[in-house]
């Protein structure tokens, strides 16, 4: 699925009038807004009917009703299918018969649900009903939670929500103008914002330029701006010194009827929520995508990476050149508790620019976003890191997270059967559970931070 979801009813339809008008009609225009086909297989297999139908699983959750069919079609052809019925309807967000058909279900006949109707689709043998009961209103949730968020920001999950001026497109590239001007900026741990002046040409109005803090976007975030819709990426923006961004247009209006006489308060209320609730939003709608994904659904369309052209670049001083491709994503990651977050800061910094491959979680906010921590760090820690720095305190030998990160580098260290995988940093002289003390360590009380990275240095360039 991609794009927003469909309009609210209040849009379209008299809510007094007859439901079942209502639904046939307001299935059609979702399914045009939508421009979501269905798969040819199960677009041809009939989801309600079969040479023996049998009702296998019955829930209630978050205000929908669901029903599971096992259908026989033939003596080996079996297929399974969920039929969903949700009667509850507002004036306005994100409807739950409107989040079935973004997923994929179709509105139909049902002689399963009571009143006839259902949104139904085909799922895979073994599907967890009560589990997906569960996910779909924590799924419904989030995207309500992200959409109030986007809202503030001017961006609009459920089409026609926002004022009439959101959503049309510059016919310019955003950019490339007879006068452009720079009115402001802001940024928060994820992205930095850019609001621009466009005036001439073919476009007048205002473009909001977005770019990571840590480039490139992750493939997450890039689904999230096409699900988002208006995003575009522009390869050289100058207001990023020739570095890629993404961006939308919202387009200038008067509007004599209203005291501002135009949309101009809107475009600058809305760029000045950004910073407060753009990367909110972002990691609602992620949150939203990853309750749903186990079962075979789909809330963001599948990440398409942008090529970016080669670009000009300045001479530079000679850098370090490594010998081999590295088979690790990071040279080193950092594990330390929040009292030591300065110190592995300014090692991660130190090393950042001598072009060492460093994982520290802040230099990474925008890939984290909405991600499953537990796995994420995992992966990261016992695969994914030539070494493990771990700065060892009291604190970091107590806190929850530390613990789970410690257990993830000793099963990575325990795997290379003594190889040197984890580089300890003693903060503070205590001996840590499971880390062996015979291992050799750098104490912060015999070099300062700068001395360890330059030590960190010389020692990763010697195996790169």
């Not at 976003?369 to 537990?374: E, I, Q, T, Y």
């Not at 000793?410 to 015979?438: F, H």
Request: hydrophobic residues 40%; glycine residues 8%; aromatic residues 12%.
């Amino acid at each position: 699925m991609g794009g927003t979801f469909p309009f609210r009813i209040g849009d379209c339809f008299n809510v007094n009038q007859d439901i079942r008008v209502f639904s046939y009609l307001w299935y059609i225009y979702t399914a045009l807004c939508l421009g979501n086909a269905l798969d040819e297989k199960m677009a041809m297999r009939d989801l309600h009917s079969a040479l023996k139908t049998d009702v296998i699983g019955q829930h209630q959750a978050g205000g929908v009703s669901y029903v599971l069919v096992r259908l026989q079609h033939s003596k080996t052809e079996i297929s399974h299918s969920l039929h969903a019925s949700s009667m509850s309807f507002s004036t306005s967000g994100l409807q739950r018969p409107g989040m079935l058909l973004g997923l994929g279900f179709e509105l139909s006949n049902c002689s399963f649900i009571p009143g006839g109707k259902c949104f139904a689709r085909e799922v895979a043998d073994g599907f967890d009903l009560p589990t997906f009961a569960e996910a779909f209103t924590r799924c419904f949730n989030a995207l309500n939670e992200a959409d109030r968020h986007f809202q503030q920001c001017g961006i609009y999950v459920v089409r026609g929500e926002g004022p009439r001026f959101i959503g049309k497109t510059a016919s310019s590239d955003g950019h490339t103008s007879p006068k452009v001007q720079h009115l402001k900026d802001s940024e928060d741990e994820v992205f930095r914002y850019i609001l621009t002046w466009i005036d001439g040409g073919r476009s007048k109005g205002w473009t909001i330029h977005y770019r990571p803090q840590h480039p490139p976007l992750s493939p997450d975030l890039e689904s999230a701006f096409t699900f988002l819709e208006g995003f575009s990426s522009f390869p050289q923006c100058l207001e990023f010194g020739f570095e890629q961004c993404y961006w939308r247009f919202l387009t200038f209006e008067e509007r004599p009827e209203t005291f501002e006489r135009s949309n101009s308060g809107f475009a600058h209320k809305a760029f000045d929520a950004h910073a407060s609730h753009f990367a909110p939003g972002l990691k609602k709608l992620l949150e939203a995508h990853a309750e749903i994904m186990p079962y075979g659904m789909n809330v963001l369309p599948s990440s398409k990476r942008v090529v970016q052209k080669t670009t000009i670049q300045e001479p530079r001083p000679p850098q370090v050149q490594k010998t081999r491709e590295s088979a690790y994503k990071y040279d080193v990651a950092l594990s330390f508790a929040g009292s030591e977050r300065v110190l592995a800061e300014k090692l991660a910094t130190i090393l950042q620019k001598k072009e060492i491959k460093v994982f520290y979680d802040g230099f990474y906010a925008e890939h984290l976003c909405g991600k499953d921590l537990a796995v994420e760090f995992d992966r990261i820690y016992q695969i994914e890191s030539r070494y493990c720095v771990m700065f060892i305190s009291r604190e970091y030998a107590d806190r929850l997270w530390t613990i789970h990160e410690r257990r993830s580098a000793l099963a990575r260290l325990l795997k290379e059967r003594g190889k040197e995988y984890i580089l300890p940093i003693k903060v503070e002289d205590i001996n840590l559970d499971g880390l062996a003390p015979t291992i050799g360590y750098l104490a912060l009380a015999d070099y300062p931070i700068e001395a360890i990275a330059e030590i960190l240095f010389q020692k990763l360039k010697a195996v790169s």
